[in-house]
């Protein structure tokens, strides 16, 4: 009888971690579909001197476009952010804007701009022009996707 009860103890022992380890796991599960988002980083160098005249045509021309995005639900997030202090030049960087898009799906399905910048921009000679003077003035342009690491547990 005393073996019987041990072994009822141990099932049930058993029966316990089983079920922490699929409660585990779906919590897991869960974390990966909040996860589906994709964050990149866009990185903008820009020669020295034209740091202003590039951010006001990047909010001119670029931002309406990316925030039209925005209402389209392809984009949930994006800000942008400048240095405090500058770098060594072989690592400075003037510009970073950060866009959580809804999934990597997103940035790679092929999605057309040029209806929005029709919308936007009916002078397109203009916006032509300026977007080219944005691209004449900056060095260096870099895209880094990024993930979240947990390092709380």
Known sequence: MKKLIFLAGKAN???VLLFLSIQSFS???TVKKEEATYTVEYYYKVKWGFADEFIGLFKKNHL???KKQMQLGRILSLKAE???YHGTEDGRWDYRVTITWKSAATT???FDED???KELYPDEAT???EEQRRF???LAHWDLPVKPVEINN
Do not use: M, R
């Open 13 to 15: 022992f058993i029966f």
């Open 27 to 29: 919590q897991n599960n």
């Open 64 to 66: 309406p476009i990316l």
């Open 82 to 84: 400048t240095p405090v």
């Open 108 to 110: 790679f399905d092929g």
């Open 115 to 117: 209806a929005i910048k």
């Open 127 to 129: 916006f032509k022009k």
């Open 136 to 138: 004449e003035i900056l």
